[in-house]
């Protein structure tokens, strides 16, 4: 399996060195999230310094997904907002954002840009709550298309679409878009879905373009360190592998910036101690 860790877990380090780390730990690729400190994607220069970024990552071989859940990218004030929710002329900041990821995401080669609904504003009902997600993911497909880049949409407990029956009701929406995919977070499936969590990457299988993972609980939404959750992960793990998945899978662990190498160093080796044994190849007949 390939294995990534989430740059929002590496704050308090400047992006090259962050990149060096889990490179010399090990790790295959980064889920990189654009923000003020990491590739910031408001940069006057941000063309040059994605192309740049690029070459450092091609240099340390690491692969990369672009993520977009900046807190306060978008506002100093207001975390993650605005959203695609929001009616239009909000949304439009949302949608720029988006649009500029997709860009950066060609830039780097990146596997995928992972986004998500966000929280229904008060003002805005449910069913219009749907058409402005639907409006705004539309907008970022056609661009999408056009770079060829592909979008994983990620359920995010509390937010309109938090399961895998919101993904799938978004899916088919927007018409089943080929560039429209999802980024499934394994901790949100022991936080909140009826299903084991096994069960839940084998239903969001045939969607899967990016895969984030960490600990967790029932019914808490609160990112963990492995071992320090509810979560068996052999059985997940392998039923991952199982789906036929092979873009990275990248841990997510945005408020462990404070130990992030010592973090990050324990968190590969679980992950390679719990993965499912290598498939060996036939040889010739």
């Not at 992006?15 to 980064?30: F, K, Q």
């Not at 966000?118 to 402005?132: C, L, S, Y």
Request: glycine letters at 10%.
């Amino acid at each position: 399996m390939r294995f990534g860790y989430g740059t929002n877990g590496f704050a308090n380090h400047r992006l090259d060195e962050a990149l060096a780390v889990l490179a010399d730990l090990g790790y295959d690729g980064v889920a990189l999230t654009l923000d003020a400190g990491h590739l910031d994607p408001y940069a006057p220069d941000v063309a040059r310094e994605a192309g740049r970024v690029a070459k450092r990552l091609g240099e340390l071989g690491l692969a990369v997904v672009v993520e977009t859940g900046g807190r306060y990218v978008l506002d100093p004030f207001r975390k993650h907002h605005p959203t695609l929710l929001h009616p239009a002329p909000e949304a439009a900041a949302r949608v720029d954002l988006l649009l500029r990821a997709v860009r950066i995401a060609a830039d780097l080669g990146a596997e995928a840009v992972s986004f998500w609904s966000g929280i229904r504003p008060p003002e805005v009902t449910g069913p219009q709550a749907w058409r402005n997600l639907v409006a705004g993911v539309e907008a970022v497909l056609d661009e999408a298309t056009a770079r060829e880049v592909t979008l994983g949409f990620e359920p995010e407990p509390g937010m309109l679409v938090e399961d895998i029956s919101g993904f799938e009701r978004l899916y088919e929406l927007s018409g089943r878009p080929a560039r429209l995919g999802m980024t499934l977070d394994i901790g949100h499936c022991r936080c909140l879905e009826a299903d084991p969590v096994p069960e839940c990457v084998r239903r969001a299988g045939p969607h899967l373009v990016n895969v984030q993972i960490e600990d967790m609980r029932r019914g808490v939404h609160e990112h963990l360190p492995f071992g320090e959750g509810e979560i068996d992960f052999p059985p997940v793990l392998a039923a991952l592998d199982a789906t036929g998945y092979r873009g990275l899978v990248g841990v997510e662990l945005p408020r462990h910036s404070h130990a992030a190498p010592l973090v990050a160093a324990r968190s590969l080796s679980f992950l390679r101690e719990h993965e499912p044994p290598a498939t060996a190849l036939p040889g010739p007949a």
